[in-house]
């Protein structure tokens, strides 16, 4: 009597689908800083949201935070968003 054992074909399936899940959660990185230049509270930012314009607001839990600038100055670092307590 054989084991029971996955098929190879169902094996490299689930194994394509795991690395799939892993690059779309991986999202985009944010610095967050005051506008005084300094790093909020928290100081980065993973979401799956590419752009957040002016004016939008990130719900952390108990505390929201508003986009009140973007810079995106240097191409080796994540772009900065400005924010302040909503």
């Not at 490299?12 to 990185?29: D, H, I, P, Q």
């Not at 506008?35 to 839990?61: K, Q």
């Amino acid at each position: 009597m054989r084991p029971n054992r996955p098929s190879p074909a169902l094996v490299l399936a689930s194994l394509a689908l795991t690395r799939w899940r892993e690059e779309l959660v991986a999202g985009f990185l944010f610095r967050l800083e005051t506008r005084d230049g300094e790093p909020a509270e928290p100081p980065t930012l993973s979401a799956a949201v590419p752009d957040w314009p002016i004016g939008s607001r990130i719900c952390l839990g108990r505390r929201t935070l508003c986009v009140v600038d973007r810079r995106d100055e240097d191409a080796d670092q994540p772009p900065v968003l400005v924010v302040e307590e909503a």
